[in-house]
Nanobody, 120 residues
């Protein structure tokens, strides 16, 4: 059984910062890409950022220069450092990872989501 568990969400004032973490656990053989997505009320789930196993990153345009994605392969953990937050960043943030469990092919997994609320 493989699962992703996010942490680090919460309430922050505009201009502030938050750091999200997402740890993968279970019978993991290998992890390819990891990433963060977000979904605001009434909107679709959108890409925030992704990172390959070797550390190559990709960001949505609105996050460039404000958000930083990183990962610790030894800990099967991906992070999202969010700076200069504004009200438009308010959303549920979801972790995503392509994981191969022992004896299984690669599969796409989602975390349960963590709420980020930015007050103006």
């Amino acid at each position: 059984q493989v699962q992703l568990v996010e942490s680090g969400g919460g309430l922050v004032q505009a201009g502030g910062s938050l750091r999200l973490s997402c740890a993968a656990s279970g019978t993991i053989f290998s992890i390819n890409d990891m990433g963060w997505y977000r979904q605001a009320p009434g909107k679709q789930r959108d890409l925030v950022a992704t990172i390959t196993q070797r550390g190559r990153t990709n960001y949505a345009n609105a996050m460039k220069g404000r958000f930083t994605i990183s990962r610790d392969n030894a800990k099967n953990t991906v992070y999202l450092q969010m700076n200069s937050l504004n009200a438009e960043d308010t959303a549920v943030y979801y972790c995503n990872a392509e994981i191969r469990a022992f004896g299984s092919p690669y599969r796409n997994y989602w975390g349960q989501g963590t709420q980020v609320t930015v007050s103006s």
